[in-house]
């Protein structure tokens, strides 16, 4: 899977690339991240990337022209998915992930100041959010769409952090998890972990998973075909 990232912040990237999984997955050559600097494909001494709102109003609007001029440099090497991340796009989420992960390149674009031309929606194929909550560019966003996909690649997670992909844990939340010690500080760890019993370890989990889901989010079960919750429950 490749990844080209467009962004102003070049820099911001080397250390979530340089640890963990995706580090690993790059040195197995599942991964190849390319960062472009936005910078480079604007015109003029000051190459800005951005400009004063037409309308008027606060803020910096990031210019049409230098992003036309990257997505067609990167697009010359390797045609891609373009995403544009902006707070107005449609919600990231698992689904959306998996969906990802079925393709060979994408193309990430990270946003600032106050938003895009809106004419830099053409020349992209999805509009993508990561939440409802606004930050102060798109290079996190992008990051998080980086590490969400490519953990889902065939290979790059090992046996002990494979995805669980048991239907029950679809639009669930992860039932609680424990470790030693047994005890910590009066607080002990459920009687049915230390049992040995996986057929009631497994009944406990989807029960737990199906509780705390209904507590905090009860919108996940709204999604889930009603015939499943009741097998869920063991009605
Ligand atoms: N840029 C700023 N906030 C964002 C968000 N929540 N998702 C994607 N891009 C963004």
Redo the contacts with the bound molecule.
Sequence with gaps: MQFDIVTIFPGMFASVLDSSILKRAAEKGKLLVKIHNLRDYAEGRHQNTDDTPYGGGAGMVMKVEPIVKCLKAVEKKKKGFKIL???A?KTFDQAMAKKLAKKKNIILVC?HYEGFDRRVADYVDEE???????????EI?AMAIVDAVTRLLPGVLGNAESIKNESFMENLLDYPHYTRPAVFKGKKVPEVLLSGNHALIEAWRKEEALKLTKKIRPDLLKSTAKKEVRKLEGV
């Design positions: 991340l902006t707070p796009g946003g993508v959010s990561i939440g409802d909550y606004v930050l102060t560019g798109g966003p």
